[in-house]
T-cell receptor, first 112, second 113 residues
Framework: EAQVTQNPRYLITVTGKKLTVTCSQNMNHEYMSWYRQDPGLGLRQIYYSMNVEVTDKGDVPEGYKVSRKEKRNFPLILESPSPNQTSLYFC???????????FGPGTRLTVT | GDSVTQMEGPVTLSEEAFLTINCTYTATGYPSLFWYVQYPGEGLQLLLKATKADDKGSNKGFEATYRKETTSFHLEKGSVQVSDSAVYFCALVPGGSARQLTFGSGTQLTVLP
């Protein structure tokens, strides 16, 4: 089954404790991205990657890091999480030149 | 820059009522337009899309027409069901090579039996 998976689905952590949210897709898509969803703001792009070893900032990259060492994986790293990063995070992928993005199920992060 | 504005929710309707969710956009060139739906506890799914002016996207009884003259892409359904309760997002991808998806703020729809 074609899908985007994220782990964990739920995470509660404390300020300053480094964490990683994993994202993996099995569709051989070149393009992957991370979004955060906040009430009244829709989805805002954090980082995206056009292919392996090619990443770029989205609209709200501050406080986040990403890497793309393999085509299927695109982890999101929070080196020192803060309460304003409490949000619902989505990973997405699409094929190069395509329009439709495929979304993972989301990761609800709470930083206390 | 590119932006999408959609009507604020929440929207509450009775089953079999007519639905319209307004969406307007600002973009240079000729964007592709999308409606995504997010059911409770799930990620977003593509509902329908239109890639050029006057195109009509349709799926599951929902329709939206790409109106370049009014820069709009309003979502409609003639008779909603309880199972249509979800958050609906209007989005665009600009023309050209960048192809970054820009979302509206989302509209929560609740359909009551």
């Amino acid at each position: 089954e074609a899908q985007v998976t994220q782990n964990p689905r739920y995470l509660i952590t404390v300020t300053g404790k480094k964490l990683t949210v994993t994202c993996s897709q099995n569709m051989n898509h070149e393009y992957m991205s991370w979004y955060r969803q906040d009430p009244g703001l829709g989805l805002r792009q954090i980082y995206y990657s056009m292919n392996v070893e090619v990443t770029d900032k989205g609209d709200v990259p501050e406080g986040y890091k990403v890497s793309r060492k393999e085509k299927r994986n695109f982890p999101l790293i929070l080196e020192s999480p803060s309460p304003n990063q409490t949000s619902l995070y989505f990973c997405a992928s699409r094929k190069q030149g395509g329009d439709e993005q495929y979304f993972g199920p989301g990761t609800r992060l709470t930083v206390t | 820059g590119d932006s999408v504005t959609q009507m604020e929710g929440p929207v509450t309707l009775s089953e079999e009522a007519f639905l319209t969710i307004n969406c307007t956009y600002t973009a240079t060139g000729y964007p592709s337009l999308f409606w995504y739906v997010q059911y409770p506890g799930e990620g977003l799914q593509l509902l329908l899309k239109a890639t050029k002016a006057d195109d009509k996207g349709s799926n599951k009884g929902f329709e939206a027409t790409y109106r370049k003259e009014t820069t709009s892409f309003h979502l409609e359904k003639g008779s909603v069901q309880v199972s249509d309760s979800a958050v609906y997002f209007c989005a665009l991808v600009p023309g050209g090579s960048a192809r970054q998806l820009t979302f509206g703020s989302g509209t929560q729809l609740t359909v009551l039996p």
